[in-house]
């Protein structure tokens, strides 16, 4: 399995973003898809999860209201919508694969690269 994150970059507080991640290697569809997002000097937290038909999901509470997570199954590739950004929002965001719906980073088989979001005050 190989996840494919992208669509990090710079932006100013109270702009949006749009990360992709793409998925190969065993059916999309069978798996839940979660973002995790890693801060300097901060463990690994969760941000958002999706059920594998797409139609469950689950939102860390920093982050209700302002991401929305979705997923294309015929472009195996689930997105993470990013709103009202905040500086506290800065971190490299890595998306990842279980077959369990769950926020525990452990449940997680499979992770993608990183990519860097970086939200300027």
């Known amino acids: 399995v190989q996840l494919q994150a992208s669509g990090g970059g710079l932006v100013q507080a109270g702009g949006s973003l749009r990360l992709s991640c793409a998925a190969s290697?065993?059916?999309?569809?069978?798996?839940?898809m979660a973002w995790f997002r890693q801060a300097p000097g901060k463990e690994r937290e969760f941000v958002a999860v999706?059920?594998?038909?797409?139609?469950?999901?689950n939102y860390a509470d920093p982050v209700k209201g302002r991401f929305t997570i979705s997923r294309d199954n015929a472009k195996n590739t689930v997105y993470l919508q990013m709103n009202s950004l905040k500086p506290e929002d800065t971190a490299v965001y890595y998306c990842?694969?279980?077959?369990?719906?769950?926020?525990?980073?452990?449940?997680?088989?499979?992770w993608g690269q990183g990519t860097l979001v970086t939200v300027s005050s």
């Open positions: 290697g065993r059916t999309f569809g069978a798996y839940a």
């Open positions: 999706i059920s594998g038909g797409g139609g469950v999901t």
């Open positions: 990842a694969e279980s077959p369990r719906f769950a926020s525990t980073p452990l449940t997680y088989d499979y």
